[in-house]
């Protein structure tokens, strides 16, 4: 078989996305043929022995498939976690349970809406580079009514520990006379861990409802909460199917203003 790179070779065989095969790889818990494995390595499949976390790591023939769930508050978006009881892969239908699936995309324990779940290593780090600028769209609930006159801050953003965590667009849902609202349609095409929430949060805001709605063009409207559908070629094409330019913002909504 031809070489391949150390992460792709762990992501196609279902362990983890390739991502998170690298963070593995730097945190020395990958070896090949005993040695611990460097980043960018290339294996041979079959002849070389690959280990992660010390169990030995086999190809095998998966099919790729890629779903989208309606994911509920109050599960997390991890195969394993010792810290919970309920993981978000202990929703899926005992037809699909079997597969060794990732997220390609998380979503925190509090969120909720749409998460991709998929075999598929390569398609896995398409959706996860920024670089493809796959656009995510949320609804966002606060406790206190945001101004549209701060809506600018949002796409500067802020700097939280060396990151600048921020949002491509945002707009009130529903504003009030004294134009500010609870509700905020945001979107970004990258996402660092509980972003959005720190973000409001570093501004004065507790966020009490998050919800992802769509990925690309594909729309959470259809698919009923905790549920699970299996993506056809066509749909999982639509994932990269409109660019940040081409949004529209939904009808009743203050943009941010110059």
């Known amino acids: 078989m031809e070489p391949v790179r150390i992460q792709k070779f762990i992501a196609e065989a279902g362990i983890c996305s390739r991502r998170a095969a690298e963070a593995l790889i730097v945190a020395g818990e990958v070896y090949v043929n005993g040695t611990k494995a460097t980043l960018g390595q290339k294996i041979e499949p079959g002849a070389d022995k690959v280990s992660v976390r010390g169990k030995a790591l086999r190809p ?5 498939m890629t779903f989208v769930m309606h994911k509920p508050r109050g599960v997390v978006c991890s195969n394993s976690d010792p810290h919970e009881d309920k993981t978000i892969f202990d929703l899926l239908p005992r037809e699909w349970a079997r ?13 909720e809406g749409l998460v991709i779940l998929t ?10 580079h920024p670089s493809n600028l796959v656009v995510k769209r949320y609804y966002v609930s606060l406790e206190e009514p945001f101004p549209a006159g701060r809506t600018r801050q949002l796409l500067r953003g802020v700097i939280i520990e060396g990151e600048h965590l921020k949002v491509e667009s945002a707009a009130l849902v529903n504003p009030k006379p004294d134009r500010s609202s609870t509700e905020l349609d945001v979107h970004m095409h990258h996402g660092k861990k509980r972003e959005i929430r720190q973000l409001f949060t570093a501004l004065g805001f507790e966020v009490r409802r998050l919800r992802r709605y769509q990925i690309g063009s594909l729309r959470l409207k259809g698919i009923p909460l905790r ?3 299996q993506l056809s070629t ?5 994932l990269f199917a409109v660019p940040v330019s081409h949004y529209r913002e939904p009808a009743g909504t203050v943009l941010d203003e110059n």
């Open 60 to 64: 095998q023939a998966q099919p790729k």
């Open 99 to 111: 597969l060794r699936l990732f997220c390609a995309g998380r979503l925190d324990k509090d969120s």
């Open 119 to 128: 075999s598929d290593g390569d398609l896995a780090h398409k959706l996860m």
């Open 227 to 229: 549920g699970v559908k």
């Open 234 to 238: 066509k749909e999982i094409q639509s």
